[in-house]
């Protein structure tokens, strides 16, 4: 899947506060982990993020993602939060 680095940010501020740790407990993963998939740099202790690739250009660039795991569980969020 590819989405643009400004889809994936303006979904990762459309969450509730707290969303971040609610993915990673759902999940079984460090939160720095979801917090660098929505383009952070929190790299210490394995919170890499395998199957995504960011590829910079004008306007924030695109985002190729492998797994849609996290993506996935913040659409499920936004959604119920927006009910």
Do not use: C, W
């Amino acid at each position: 899947m590819v989405i643009t680095f400004e889809e994936l940010r303006h979904l990762k501020d459309s969450m509730p506060a707290g969303s971040i740790e609610k993915i990673a407990e759902e999940l079984g993963i460090e939160a720095d982990t979801v917090r660098n998939y929505f383009g952070g740099d929190h790299y210490e202790q394995g919170t890499t993020i395998p199957g995504v690739h960011f590829e910079k250009s004008a306007g924030g660039g695109i985002v190729e993602i492998q797994n849609t795991a996290i993506l996935d569980a913040a659409k499920r969020i936004v959604s119920k939060h927006t009910v």
